[in-house]
């Protein structure tokens, strides 16, 4: 199968309002042009050199989320142009990135990345500590960053209860959040959750933005 009717296929199973992100990490610049082609214009990459780069070669009408960790030393490459941060874990990134915001005169887009799945790796932050970021002076003087919704990841599990209950959270926590931090903010809308083996779930418990990799570009030699 094509790389265009692996983008329809999930498109046809997202209610309407849900958007896909089309994670192109690892992939070559010609496998997005494929896509691109076809319409597609919401891409996901996790290496900010990588992302810089194929921002730089290809089209500029692409809309270009940073899906992985990010370290605040490599935020200076992609704060000219990304258009979503998806995995805020620190006021210490978003400090940052609010400063290489003002650099460029934009103001940048960002999730915060909730720790919800059992894994001790997976990063993200907990909710006493989202509660005190949020309501820290750092926080509310920064006016170069956005947040406009929540980031998870479940647990690599079969046990699909086990991944249910884990978006149910996040879902709880988005709800939680609105009604302290941002109520009446219209822009605080998002939750992405769901990636190739749970994107199914993530949607039944609420998801708003799903980031699917293999199964649309096929597996990946390396992450
Ligand atoms: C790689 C990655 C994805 C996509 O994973 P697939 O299983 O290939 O769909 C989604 N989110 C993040 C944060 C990733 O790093």
């Known amino acids: 199968m094509g790389i265009i009717e692996n983008i329809n296929k999930i498109l046809e199973k997202l209610p309407k309002e849900v958007k896909l992100v089309a994670v192109s990490k690892t992939k070559p610049q010609e496998d997005i042009l494929e896509a ?7 891409f996901g990459e996790n290496k900010p050199q990588e992302l810089l780069e194929k921002y730089t070669n290809l089209p500029k009408d ?5 899906i992985g960790h990010l370290q605040t030393n490599k935020v200076k490459y992609i704060a000219p142009f990304v258009s979503l941060i998806h995995a805020v874990d620190s006021i210490k990134l978003l400090k940052i990135i609010n400063k290489e915001a003002k650099k460029n005169e934009r103001v940048i887009d960002c999730l915060l ?3 919800i799945a059992q894994e001790e790796t997976k990063f993200g932050l907990g909710y006493e500590e989202a509660i005190e970021m949020l309501n820290s002076k750092e ?4 006016d170069s960053v956005r947040i406009v919704g929540l980031m998870g990841m479940a647990t690599n599990t079969d046990d ?3 991944v249910a209950d884990e978006f149910a959270c996040l879902k709880s926590i988005f709800a939680q959040l609105k009604d302290g931090f941002f ?8 939750i992405s959750m769901g990636m190739s083996g749970d994107y199914n779930i993530a949607i039944e418990q609420g998801s708003t933005m799903v980031r699917v990799g293999s ?3 096929g597996h990946r030699n390396y992450n």
Request: proline share 0%; net charge negative.
């Open 62 to 66: 692409i809309e270009w989320h940073m």
């Open 183 to 190: 109520h009446g903010k219209e822009y605080f809308k998002e």
């Open 113 to 115: 990345q909730f720790h």
């Open 139 to 142: 926080f509310t003087e920064m």
């Open 160 to 162: 699909e209860k086990q």
């Open 215 to 217: 199964s649309i570009f």
């Open 36 to 42: 691109y082609e076809g319409g597609y214009r919401i």
